[in-house]
């Protein structure tokens, strides 16, 4: 009998509209005989039941009815969606420096506009004409090593201005010199002093785009030195030769049409 009442009373409730839990949440949270729920409701006198995490719902939240044509919450225990793989940076090349130079490590990585800035001359050592006051006479060629500058005096206070890469240290140098000969995409054989620090550099290279003097070369009295061009020309304003002064490709067949053999030579 007491069976039959509880059934009745369940339907009466679920006819009405209301939750079953309401009367749960006031029975005990220990579990009984027939292991809590509706079950030990309808069973026993005093119906335990376990208390449960409503889902979709936090902790101490107040609890949302569902109306009829309410969705369900989603389980909070779903995944999180996985994060979008980062791709690794480019890898930069870099150009070979020679052993022995003893030259700082560069990072594995960089930014590809790094590398751009990095390849590129300089453009505070762009040729230009500039005011001059030095005292040499007009024609004369004026070596200024430590602002990595060559001067080709000119008349009335002024000069060309030309951007160099000088000698590393060790190898910087001053002095007097004439330009004793002149040579269009010359050829190239590195003399025996270098090649004993640099056993790895060919015995002989012709004139061409390849060739480390570049497009021109002026020689200076009987020594090694000679002024040059590059196929570097972002090592232009720096300290990077063996005692060779270096220029871009384009100014350096500037000063060529500009110097005869015999121009005095001033490296200071």
């Not at 335990?48 to 902790?59: H, I, M």
């Not at 790094?114 to 060629?141: L, Y």
Request: hydrophobic content about 40%; glycine content about 12%; charged content about 20%.
């Amino acid at each position: 009998m007491r069976m039959a009442a509880y059934v009745a009373l369940a339907g009466l409730a679920s006819a009405m509209g209301m939750g079953v839990g309401a009367g749960a949440a006031q029975a005990q949270s220990s579990a009984g005989r027939y292991g809590g729920g509706f079950i030990e409701f309808l069973m026993s006198e005093a119906a335990p039941v376990a208390a449960v995490r409503p889902v979709g719902r936090e902790p101490g939240a107040a609890p949302r009815r569902l109306q009829s044509g309410d969705r369900v919450p989603a389980l909070l225990s779903v995944a999180a969606p996985m994060a979008a793989p980062v791709a690794a940076p480019a890898r930069l090349r870099l150009a070979a420096l020679p052993p022995g130079t003893g030259a700082e490590p560069v990072a594995s990585y960089a930014r590809p506009e790094t590398q751009a800035i990095a390849r590129a001359a300089d453009p505070r050592f762009a040729r230009q004409v500039v005011d001059f006051d030095g005292g040499q006479r007009p024609g004369t060629i004026v070596v200024d090593t430590p602002a990595k500058y060559l001067y080709l005096v000119q008349g009335g206070g002024k000069a060309i201005r030309y951007g160099i890469g000088v000698g590393r240290p060790g190898f910087a140098w001053s002095g007097l010199k004439t330009i004793s000969q002149k040579r269009e995409w010359p050829d190239w054989t590195p003399p025996a002093e270098m090649l004993r620090r640099r056993p790895d550099l060919p015995r002989h290279m012709s004139g061409g785009p390849a060739n480390p003097l570049g497009a021109r070369a002026l020689y200076l009295g009987s020594s090694l030195y000679r002024i040059h061009g590059t196929n570097e020309p972002h090592t232009i304003g720096q300290n990077v030769s063996s005692g060779c002064i270096r220029m871009m490709n384009e100014d350096v067949i500037d000063l060529y049409e500009r110097t005869p053999v015999g121009t005095r030579v001033e490296v200071l």
